[in-house]
């Protein structure tokens, strides 16, 4: 019998759930997880690579730490971290003396140890009292917090490209060196260097003049009034009250925004003291400053003329996130959105005016500037501001922003950023069915073909880094050996400017679409094992049933190293146990790390060429144009109609297919001349009829388990599908 052939290719759609999935367009997917539409194909989501030095363990440089000291000639040290007294010690934590670890897993007493010569190694996490003894003599001691990230900015610089990038924890400012983080002024960090948020009160920041118009100054909120604003000369931390009246008691706790704007400095929903001394807050509120140095004594005096002012929009609604669009400043209130207006007039200098009654923004750090638009997450959508309105473009996916996890100041969790060399949109957020309140999942816009996508991650904040030099991540070692994965030229250029992301135990990644697998990014904090169940404690892991990770470098149970396993449980917001874990002997020592490893699963739109004609349809063959993997592969499933039965399991379980629905990315021996081909088409046979046929294009639990296969990329180019028509529908 002779086929119909349909061709799916450019692949130009993504996830679309605003239809029915019989409705959505060929190219469209009902579901795309890991994956996403990239320039006419389907591909990989991108992976990651941890920053600063590179070992195996990928805690030397890629955590956020402090060096707090250098041990003797005997390898001793002791003291206090910094912080303890104010209850920062917690499980979880971890200390390292060049390669020697040290994991705090219980509140008071002995840590694990990945030494061999150490004698002494206790903590006390209530005092933040530490005494390691007999370790590396002359070395440093660096302390892990092990608080999630709470932000990142760039620290400009009169040099072009150059700008240092620095982080925050919920405890400390740390700047990233080529040899990883560092803990802001060293080893004794004045009270002006020291934050007590909490781990929903991310930082806002900006770069603006400071005395002179010459120097080059970063302002910061994180909107705690107990912590005030400040800001950053390059070598230290000033805590920050700015008098608006005569009254000295008369001054600016803090704000959510701070932005400059027509060569003022502006301050965004405003907590401010009266001259009681009393705090009181004004979510409607811009606090702007003189032109010239807001630091100078009496800038944003709004008593004096010539000195700075405020204006209050005409809404009782909070003011939420902020972003200049040209010579715009576009304002994102919680159900509306106004633009501040210069008018030119030194003595009022703006006006309020409302561009959307209906559409705001309800997540501060979800707002990305883009050329003509800003984007950001609101109550009812995803809204795009062109300067004149406002409107949703996620019309494709409407549903989605409504699964958002609200509790847990879930909201203000919401974190984006526009990753120019991968040409799309990120936005962390926590899903409804999250386990814990950080985010779980990455939602991704693919801004030049209007697609979207979801990752799965732990992401708690955005930024972006230069790289200090040229890059070969070639040389990287990972725990799998001969391992080949390499940028396409096999290098980075120095001042390249990347996406940086945190998660919430303090590691730190760039993200970059030609690695194929993720970032070490949690710690194992211990492993026990009874009658044959392997619990692994890492404080705040964020995973779910279901979930895959790779686990390295546990010293003690080495049997579970190099070796990737499925969430089998989760009984704490800080334990999991694993599903068919091996038989494991020894005690833990410390030192272990965890990579996510991301399932693939995508689903088609259910496909029928048919139906104008009234007819059910039969598709015999699927053809995939595929880029060439060696000893790579992907399964294709199949359902009919609406029903989400397996047709390649029960087909494979009653020999009523051809071959077993897998579609390989290597080369086939026996045809000519494919082995130099950088791509070709592979066949998938499949016995599917109905009313509809859909595809699932996902990795099985057995392909998940190989490394080879859930660590390597793919790319499918086109879909060829060979159709028939049979009986009336």
């Keep these: 019998m002779a086929f119909d052939k349909f061709l ?57 730490r402090a060096n707090i000291g250098t041990t003797d000639g005997a390898g001793n040290i002791a003291g206090t971290v910094p912080g303890g007294a104010a209850g920062i010690g917690a499980i979880g934590q971890m200390f390292s003396i060049g390669g020697e670890f040290f994991t705090v897993y219980q509140a008071n007493g002995n840590m694990y140890t990945t ?99 010459y120097s080059y100054i970063l302002f910061t909120t994180n909107y ?96 939420v996130s902020a972003a200049t669009l040209r010579n715009r400043l576009i304002v994102f209130f919680e159900r509306s959105t106004y633009e501040l207006v210069y008018l030119g007039n030194q003595v009022y200098p703006f006006r309020w005016q409302k561009l959307n009654s209906t559409l705001g923004c309800e997540s501060t750090f979800s707002v990305i500037p883009f050329d003509k638009v800003v984007l950001g997450v609101g109550q009812t959508g995803i809204h795009a501001c062109n300067g004149a309105n406002v409107e949703r473009i996620d019309s494709k996916i409407p549903d989605e922003v409504f699964e958002i996890h ?27 069915e999250a386990y814990a309140s950080y985010p779980n999942r990455v939602l991704i816009y693919n801004y030049k073909n209007d697609t979207w996508a979801f990752w799965d991650d732990n992401i708690t904040a955005f930024g972006y880094h230069q790289l200090f030099t040229d890059t070969t991540w070639a040389t990287i070692p990972h725990a799998w050996e001969n391992y080949d994965q390499q940028w396409n030229d096999g290098s980075a250029e120095s001042k390249f400017r990347y996406v940086i992301a945190g998660n919430q135990q303090g590691y730190t990644f760039l993200i970059h679409r030609d690695f194929s697998f993720n970032a070490y990014s949690q710690q194992i904090t211990d492993i026990q094992e009874a009658a044959g169940v392997v619990t692994i404690t890492s404080i705040d892991h964020n995973l779910k049933v279901g979930d895959w990770v790779y686990i390295n470098n ?143 294009i996902y990795w099985s639990d057995e392909q998940m388990r190989d490394d080879a296969i859930s660590l390597n990329p793919f790319d499918i180019h086109a879909i060829l599908f060979h159709a028939s028509p049979t009986q009336d529908l």
Excluded at 32 to 58: Q, W
Excluded at 119 to 133: L, P, W
Excluded at 145 to 164: C, H, L
């Design 115 to 213: 030494s061999p010569t150490a004698t002494v190694f206790t903590y006390n996490t209530a005092t933040g009292v530490y005494n390691i003894q007999g370790s590396l003599a002359t070395t440093a001691l660096y302390f892990y917090p092990a608080k999630p990230v709470m932000g990142f900015t760039q620290y400009e610089q009169s040099e072009i490209n150059d700008e240092d990038t620095y982080a925050w924890d919920t405890f400390f400012n740390y700047k990233l060196l080529s040899t990883g983080w560092e803990r802001v002024a060293g080893a004794t960090v004045p009270g002006d260097a020291q934050w007590a948020g909490s781990n929903s009160q991310f930082f806002w920041s900006c770069n603006w003049r400071g005395t002179d118009d």
């Design 554 to 696: 546990a010293s003690g149970i080495t049997e579970l190293n190099d070796n990737i396993y499925k969430v089998g449980g989760v009984p704490t917001n800080d334990t999991f146990t694993i599903d068919l874990p091996p038989a494991v002997t020894g005690t833990y020592e410390g030192g272990g790390v965890l990579l996510l490893v991301s399932k693939v699963d995508i689903y088609s739109k259910r496909f029928n060429f048919y139906s104008p004609r009234g007819l059910s349809t039969s598709i015999e063959k699927t053809d995939f144009l595929v880029d060439k993997i060696d000893n790579s592969e992907i399964t294709i499933d199949y359902l009919s109609g609406t029903s989400q039965l397996s047709l390649r399991d029960a087909g494979l379980a009653t020999n009523a297919i051809l071959g077993t629905s897998i579609l390989e990315f290597g080369a086939y021996p026996t045809v000519a001349y494919q082995a130099t081909q950088e791509r070709f088409w592979h066949a998938v046979y499949l016995q599917a009829q109905g009313e509809s046929i859909q595809l699932r």
């Design 224 to 319: 705690n009034s107990a912590e005030r604003l400040r800001y950053f000369n390059g070598t230290n931390w000033t805590s920050w009250r700015p008098q608006y009246a005569s009254n000295a008691n008369e001054t600016i706790e803090t704000c959510r925004i701070i932005i400059p704007f027509q060569n003022r400095l502006l301050l965004l929903n405003t907590v401010e003291r009266n001259a009681a001394g009393n705090p009181f807050t004004y979510v409607n509120r811009c606090r702007y400053s003189r032109i010239g140095s807001p630091i100078a004594a009496n800038s944003y005096r709004e008593d004096i003329g010539g000195e700075g002012s405020f204006i209050d929009a005409p809404t009782r609604e909070a003011i």
């Design 406 to 432: 609200n509790d847990d100041d879930g909201v203000f969790r919401v974190h984006g950023i526009r990753d120019y060399y991968n040409e799309m949109a990120y936005w962390a957020m926590p899903h409804s």
């Design 8 to 64: 799916i290719a450019p692949i130009s759609d993504g996830l679309r759930r605003d239809v029915k999935p019989f409705l959505i367009p060929d190219q469209a997917f009902e579901e795309l997880n890991n994956a996403y539409i990239f320039r006419g194909r389907i591909k990989k989501r991108a992976g990651a690579v941890n920053t600063g030095v590179i070992t195996d363990l990928a805690s030397e440089g890629s955590r956020l």
